[in-house]
């Protein structure tokens, strides 16, 4: 794998990473009150974003550039992004992406927070979904 920049996006960038997401026609957004992280490779290639929630973070948004995928990008955004996190970071994610976050050591054996537990509940109308946690120590090693 080429050697990537991993790095938080400054707020004023933050529109970089939605027109990521349009580019690659994805509905995700960056979420306001959220912290942004993004691999580049020139240009984006990967982002997500963690919003903080009673008892630690939510983990939005984790798209890798399909070019990318294959590679442990993915893994690597969300360590670096997750390394000084205290607590819990949860996910909200279709089933078929149970194994990747699976053996980044997140699991469903998690409690969520009211909130997030209300947004799984309207999601879950429309489409399969699962949630996953990965408790952190301020140290993760994913990849």
Request: aromatic letters at 8%.
């Amino acid at each position: 794998m080429p050697e990537l920049h991993i790095e938080p996006l400054a707020e004023p960038l933050w529109p970089l990473l939605n027109k990521f997401y349009r580019r690659h026609d994805s509905s995700m957004k960056a979420l306001k009150g959220g912290r942004l992280w993004v691999a580049r490779d020139g240009e984006i290639v990967a982002g997500l974003c963690l919003t903080p929630v009673v008892g630690g973070q939510w983990l939005t948004g984790v798209f890798v550039d399909p070019a990318y995928r294959g590679q442990g990008l993915a893994a690597r955004v969300i360590g670096a992004a997750v390394a000084g996190v205290e607590g819990t970071v949860w996910l909200l994610c279709h089933p078929d992406l149970e194994g990747l976050y699976r053996r980044m050591g997140f699991t469903q054996d998690t409690l969520l927070p009211q909130s997030l537990s209300e947004r799984l509940v309207r999601y879950k109308r429309n489409k399969p979904m699962i949630a996953m946690g990965l408790i952190t120590k301020g140290k993760v090693d994913l990849g």
